[in-house]
């Protein structure tokens, strides 16, 4: 079974920057889609980004396009999730997900659709605050 664990995440003040970390264990991550949810307390899970298997499309929702990038390191078998230019409203536990063989599309990052991920970490919590 695929084990994911999140890292990264921290205070930080409006306008700065996190790079969340998804290390796998006991696979090779390359063969899944990782995607980046996040939740909020009192709000419903997000998609945030997602990552194809073998880095094939990579798809983002509107609210953190151009501020947040999803990259893949295959030999540190650790996906990543650049965020730039925080704001408040970015504030949640971020979770990573992963999913065999799976090829991203903007249903994964689309509010109120539920999620064929079926590997997710811990969560790793970010907040936003001055």
């Known amino acids: 079974q695929v084990q994911l664990v999140e890292s990264g995440g921290g205070l930080v003040q409006p306008g700065g920057s996190l790079r969340l970390s998804c290390a796998a264990s006991?696979?090779?991550?390359?063969?899944?889609?990782i995607g980046w949810f996040r939740q909020a307390p009192g709000k419903e899970r997000e998609g945030v980004s997602c990552i194809s298997a073998r880095d094939g499309r990579l798809v983002y929702a509107d609210s953190v396009k151009g501020r947040f990038t999803i990259s893949r390191d295959n030999a540190k078998n650790t996906v990543y999730l650049q965020m730039d230019s925080l704001k408040p409203e970015d504030t949640a536990v971020y979770y990573c997900?992963?999913?065999?063989?799976?090829?991203?599309?903007?249903?994964?990052?689309?509010?109120?659709?539920?999620?064929?991920?079926?590997?997710w970490g811990q969560g790793t919590q970010v907040t936003v605050s001055s």
């Open positions: 006991g696979v090779t991550l390359d063969y899944y889609a």
């Open positions: 997900a992963a999913e065999d063989n799976y090829y991203c599309s903007g249903a994964d990052v689309t509010p109120g659709v539920l999620t064929e991920f079926e590997f």
